[in-house]
């Protein structure tokens, strides 16, 4: 068999593509070709990666479809638990596919889209919409709080569309825009913070930065509760760090602790019991002086947290 164009390797192509290249149906059946969906293939030369297959289902699909929903919110991340596994899209026209990894979803209106790395996908007010019903709601202000980390969208972006739209899932994304912030540095820290305030602790500032006496910088820290002087702090890398590292961030909360601050330290397995983490941050409050009522950890609580994100 003659080499194969260099216009059709390293991405997938239709069935048109590989005609107008040369290649004839019968040599799109040699064992040099993987067909991925119904007229569309891939060079067989390694693994196909999920990029591929939403470029694939692209091609399979509708002309103006984008990928949306679960399948849009890989493409942003973060990594989520309990993806269908599905490639989600969405179009304005009347399409079914029988291919039953791909899901088509029909839209009444247009779709805003963007090309991230080539691919047409939904932007990402619309992707956190869509995503309301499919996701945890720890799952859902994590999404949020990335996509404005990552400078995605901003948290105006995300408010303006959701009072804006009437979409299925809006008002469970109108509810989590109350819990996001513009500072999350990473999912864990989300998942911890929430734990808090959904139990009935107060907001926490999010990397806030401790000064000393003279103004120096002691320190950037997770979550801060300035009027109680205590500092929680998810460190999931404890044990992967260099000795010298451990020192570092030991000393470093020694000092906070010498200036007044109760720190308490978060590591991954400690995730696995989220009640105690409450009830240490919440001791660790009175001590600094709230008052009122212990934390309610609700059955709906238990349930939020009790899964992986």
């Known amino acids: 068999m003659a080499d194969i164009p260099s216009s059709l390797q390293g991405r997938p192509f239709t069935v048109a593509e590989a005609r107008a290249a040369g290649l004839t149906d019968r040599q799109l059946g040699h064992s040099r070709f993987r067909r991925l969906f119904r007229g569309v293939y891939v060079v067989s030369d390694g693994e196909v990666d999920r990029g591929q297959w ?33 490639i989600h899209l969405s179009t304005r026209r009347n399409a079914v596919t029988r291919d039953r990894r791909i899901r088509v979803h029909r839209r009444k209106h247009a779709i805003g889209a963007r090309e991230v790395d080539g691919l047409r996908v939904t932007s990402p007010p619309r992707t956190f919409v869509d995503c309301a019903l499919a996701l945890t709601f720890v799952q859902l202000v994590v999404f949020g709080d990335w996509l404005i980390q990552r400078k995605l969208a901003t948290f105006d972006e995300l408010l303006a569309y959701c009072h804006d739209r009437h979409l299925d899932g809006v008002v469970k994304a109108r509810e989590a825009m109350r819990f996001l912030v513009a500072d999350a540095r990473s999912p864990m820290e989300t998942v911890v913070r929430l734990m808090l305030v959904r139990a009935g602790l107060p907001h926490p500032a999010v990397n806030s930065v401790i000064r000393d006496a003279a103004g120096g910088r002691v320190a950037c820290v997770d979550l801060a509760f300035w009027r109680y002087r205590v500092v929680v702090e998810y460190d999931g890398r404890w044990h992967e760090r260099v000795a010298d590292q451990r020192r ?16 308490i330290v978060l590591h991954d397995t400690d995730l696995a019991r989220p009640a105690l983490i409450v009830h240490r941050v919440h001791d660790a409050l009175v001590r600094g002086g709230l008052q009122g009522r ?16």
């Open 54 to 86: 939403l470029a694939a289902a692209l091609l399979a699909g509708p002309q103006d479809a984008a990928i949306s929903h679960r399948s849009a919110q890989a493409v942003y991340g973060p990594e989520l638990s309990g993806d269908d596994e599905q």
């Open 248 to 263: 570092w961030d030991r000393d470093r909360r020694e000092h906070l602790e010498r200036l007044g601050w109760r720190v």
């Open 294 to 309: 212990r934390p309610w950890l609700s059955p709906a609580w238990h349930a939020e947290f009790a899964a992986r994100i």
